[in-house]
Each structure stands twice: as C-alpha cells, then as structure tokens.
C-alpha cells in the first residue's frame, strides 16, 4: 500500500493547518466565545479556572483594600465601632467574605453593614461582573459539551470502497452504518473528489475538488439510516471516472471525501461524520458481504462482516472502453 499525504483522514480529520496569518490573527479575538468553543478541552479548563481564579483574587484585594484603608482590619468590630464589612481583619477572611457573597452561601458571620457607601457599590459591581463571567464560561462549557462530535464516532463507514457492476452499470460504492439505535433526521450523503489537475490554459490546481453523483436526482441521497446501507455512485458519461480501468487505477492517484450529515434525534443538533477513500482502497472487481438477516421477529445486523468484501467477475475496462 502506498503512503501518501491525505487531504481528510479515515477519522474524518482535515490535515489542513493555517500558518502566516499576519494581522487577520486578530479576528479570533473578535470571535472570543467560538474561539473557546472551539479549543481542546484541557485549555478550556484552564482558562476556565484561570478566569476564575483571578477574579476571585482582584474582588478579594479590592475587598481587602476597603478594609484596610477605612483601618477596619485594626479596629475591633463591635456595637462601638461600625466597620464596611463586619468580621473581615485580614485577606482570608475578605477572600472568604467575597466567596460567600458570589456563591450565595451566605453563613452570617461577614456582611455588609450600612455606613459603608464605597462597600455597596464594590457589591452591586461584584453582582453584576459575576454574572456576566459565569454566563460566559459556563455557556460555553455547555456548549461544548453538548456538541455532536462524538455522536459521528458511532457513525461507520466502510475501511474500502468497491466497484463492480450493479444492474448492469459500473458503480463505485462504499457503505455507511449507525451503531445507535436512535437515528439520524434527514441524513444526507456527499461525496468529493479531490485530484490534481491542470487546466486548459496551464492553470495547475493541487487539491480541485468534484462532485460526485450518489443520487441527487433521485433522492438517493437521503438516507433512512436504520441498517447499514450501500451508497452507489453510478460510473457513466459524466462521471470524473468515465475513463477509469483496472489498469489505470493503479497508477492514479485522487481521494474520495465522504460526508454524512444529519440530525441528532436525541439533541436536535447537526452532526457531521467525514471518512475519506484513497486511490489504494478502492478495490476493482469486489462486492460488499450481507450484513442483514431476518430472525425471529426482527431484522438483525451482524456488524463482523460490515467491512468485509469478495471478489465478483468484473470486467477490468472503463466505461469509456
């Protein structure tokens, strides 16, 4: 088998890195919420508790201050004297008073009492910057979260493609699978192909991408993706693989990007799972092997076989041939 650098791996990665952004590196920071969305989880956690942990620090300082340059950290705090904060004499006790007040924990033992205009502000400061902190961070830990990236790894799609003839017509074929037993709402089926070529004025594209034909006229497309199913891409006069033999497949060199798309039935999310098919697997002259029997009152699919194929007599020229 021949190694050679994929465009989208089998996982559905794009191998695809933007370097030498320049200025436009900005724009991220424009976008800051989907930019968190989208990092890795570990950074996400620790911006997370950095945020948190800083912030926590500064309102506690600024708590801290108050007391200290009103001399409430010196004085005792009884019916005598009336501080800005009662029972705050050090900064692990401000700490502690802003973690209660942010929490909502609220012992009793530090409040606020009235003679202290520059406390009530610092509160009403403090209310309103919490909330704001926590509807950003845990909006988008939620989202990130909730979203369907992992439901497309129970998505299948078959290690190789195949091509062999289907009521008497060459057809390139490959299968897809759903190992949940809930669905996919209006799953649909796309496929690339992505090949070099030169143009007719000299024009060199390193990655010009093709669609292929799995059945947008006829609805073929749209999946009912309760089994396993084999998509065709049928091989005629205005396929890229009209020209297509045996013998030119082992010299070609081209991917073939699949898309399957739909919605989670549980969530209501869009979900996208990607597999890609190099030229080296795609097998000329083989059928996939049945994977639905009927048993005693339901249809049962036997998930061993789902990548498995034989050969069948094909005739080794193109379409064009």
Known sequence: ????????????????????????????????????????????LLIFLLTYTVAWLVMASMWWGIAYLRGDLHQAHGDSYSPCVANVYNFPSAFL????TEATIGYGHRYITERCP?????????????????????????IKMSQPKKRAETLMFSRAAVISQR?????????????????????????????????????????????????????ADQLFLVSPLTICHEINSESPFFSLSQRSLQS?????????EGIVETTGMTCQA??????????????????????????????SQFHATFEVPTPPYSVKE
Request: with cysteine.
């Open 252 to 260: 070609e060199q081209f991917e073939i990007v699949v898309i399957l």
């Open 274 to 303: 990607r597999t890609s098919y190099t030229e080296d697997e795609v097998l000329w002259g083989h059928r996939f092997l049945p994977v639905m029997s009927l048993e005693d009152g339901f249809f049962r699919v036997d998930y």
């Open 167 to 219: 009521d008497a017509k060459l057809c390139l074929m490959f299968r897809v699978g759903n190992l949940r037993n809930s669905h996919m709402v209006s799953a649909q089926i796309r496929c690339k192909l992505i090949k070099s070529r030169h143009t007719p004025e000299g024009e060199f594209l390193p990655l010009d991408q093709c669609e292929l034909d799995v059945g947008f006229g006829t609805g």
């Open 118 to 142: 520059e406390g009530i502000v610092l509160f009403l400061f403090q209310s309103l910057l919490g909330s704001i902190v926590d509807a950003f961070l845990i909006g988008c830990m939620f």
């Open 97 to 100: 008073f802003f973690v209660e």
């Open 1 to 44: 088998r021949r190694e050679r650098q994929r465009f989208v791996d089998k996982n559905g990665r794009c191998n695809v890195q933007h370097g030498n952004l320049g200025g436009e590196s900005s724009r991220y920071l424009s976008d800051f919420f989907t930019t968190l969305v989208d990092l890795k989880w570990r950074w996400n």
